[in-house]
């Protein structure tokens, strides 16, 4: 069976698809309030920097070694496989977490049309259609990803082209104005946030084509796009309604200048379907992750099955149920994303480590990735991505109560009991435990360090050649 591949330009709309969800139409209005209104703008234009920045190094990564599950397969075979354990429990929480908590955002959009449908029966609904279509491909996902990234986009077009004659000022005034650096710096840190999303495909690279070129591509101009969608949405929000502390949200703004019809369908078109689309990538995101950890043995050998379309069929329904758990039972989806956004923070760094060990383990796959960055600049850009990733990680910590340390704690600590006795039950069944099955050479990469030899050797009988002429 030849397995489906996503094209580059299906990449782009996952990329942008990803990003794009209901946080642009709350973080706007918080954003510009920080800031004073105008400063919004640049700020969209600078947070794309700050997410380029804190990314490089996987991209970096996944260019050289692309591979399913990516970060967990560079800590298991680059960094140390203990890593790797951690990184894979703390995706197998976020993931449905972050499901259940786009799921119940779009059943709120919902239910602004159809206020008589539980929003709970909704956000379920969803996650199960969504998880259906993941079932049947990555042609199927990526299918219904271009379509609604299309209609969004043309939702949010109706937006900044119909608002943008309506605006009291000009884009170069609104640039000129000067801005408090601390307040910048602060709107930017909840800006950032909502352009995250694009490195979601580097999980899924077995399933792309030439993943080591096209998803540090799609990755740039997804993240580019989507940050000039963004400050076009910023400049005709701040240019209509001058006082940031007015601004409720864009469909307010919206009313100011579209009719009845057209406002509907930039909230259906638009809040709806940016919701959709991001519930869409997480799926397929997410169920990678989990499918690498149980090929290596992490997680029981029925989420390694994959279906007659090339998908870990049961890793995508174990997250889905999970999230749909989640919703059902109540959970307080705020505290269990709070208690599991501080490890994932923390062990950012130690997945950019990888990069140092990049030169000793695959030099010639290195040599010859696509992005063919100096070493010792990827070097400066994870300490750059450290640094971010801690700053980051402390602001989180100063919001959890002493409820969110002991659920972390108690997380975690099942966590580890569960891998010891996992470890011990293959060493007893197969006779090899959970850190020698994680330190196995992943085929394909050995497959690139050949081909990077004999791409290499190739160019050095050329020079030699020519130095001899």
């Not at 000039?228 to 007015?246: D, H, K, L, S």
């Not at 519930?279 to 099955?305: E, H, T, W």
């Not at 989640?326 to 994932?344: F, K, Q, R």
């Amino acid at each position: 069976m030849k397995k489906e591949k996503m094209s580059l330009f299906s990449c782009i709309f996952m990329g942008i698809g990803s990003i794009i969800g209901a946080s642009i139409f709350s973080t706007t209005p918080i954003a510009a309030k920080i800031v004073g209104g105008d400063g919004v703008v640049l700020g969209f234009i600078l947070a794309s920097v700050f997410v380029f920045l804190k990314t490089m190094p996987e991209m970096v990564m996944i260019s050289a070694l692309p591979a399913n599950g990516a970060s967990y397969m560079h800590l298991t075979r680059l960094v140390h496989p203990a890593a790797g354990i951690l990184h894979a429990f703390n995706q197998l929480v976020i993931g449905p977490m972050k499901i259940a908590t786009m799921s119940l955002t779009f059943s709120t959009y919902f239910a602004m049309l159809f206020p008589q449908i539980p929003e709970v029966i909704v956000a379920c609904a969803v996650t199960v259609i969504f998880t259906i279509i993941s079932c049947y491909g990555i042609k199927a996902s990526a299918w219904v990803q271009n379509i609604s990234v299309l209609v969004l986009l043309v939702a949010l077009g109706c937006y900044i082209f119909g608002g943008w004659g309506h605006t009291t000022v000009t884009l170069g005034e609104v640039l000129s104005t000067t801005y408090d650096i601390t307040k910048l710096w602060a709107a930017m840190g909840i800006m950032h946030g909502s352009l995250i999303g694009a490195n979601a495909l580097m999980y899924a690279a077995d399933e792309i084509e030439n993943p080591g070129k096209n998803v540090p591509l799609s990755f740039f101009i997804s993240t580019v796009a989507t940050a000039v969608i963004y400050a076009a949405i910023a400049f005709v929000t701040v240019g209509i309604i001058r006082n940031p502390y007015e601004l409720d949200n864009l469909a307010t703004v919206a009313e100011t200048f579209m009719g009845p019809g057209m406002r509907a369908f930039f909230i259906s078109g638009g809040a709806l379907l940016a919701v959709i689309t991001s519930i869409n990538a997480c799926i397929l995101m997410f169920s990678r992750a989990n499918f690498a950890a149980a090929r290596d043995g992490l997680y029981p050998q029925g989420l390694v099955k994959i279906n007659k379309h090339g998908v870990p069929v049961n890793s995508i329904w174990l997250n889905s149920i999970i999230a749909m758990l989640a919703m059902l039972t109540g959970y307080n989806l705020e505290d269990v994303i709070n208690i599991t956004s501080i490890p994932g923070l923390l062990l950012n760094p130690i997945v950019f480590f990888s990069v140092f060990m990049l030169p000793r383990r695959y030099p010639n796959a290195y040599k010859t990735s696509f992005l063919k960055i100096p070493h010792w600049v990827n070097c400066a850009l994870v300490v750059v991505a450290t640094v971010l990733s801690l700053v980051m990680g402390v602001s989180v910590l100063g919001q959890m109560s002493a409820k969110n340390y002991l659920l972390m704690v108690g997380f975690y600590i099942i966590a580890l009991i569960y891998a010891i006795l996992r470890d011990r039950y293959l060493k007893q069944k197969t006779g090899s435990g959970l850190f020698a099955r994680m330190r196995m050479p992943y085929e394909p990469w050995m497959e690139l360090e050949e081909a990077g030899i004999r791409h290499l050797g190739d160019k050095a009988i050329i020079l030699e050649t020519n130095k001899k002429k």
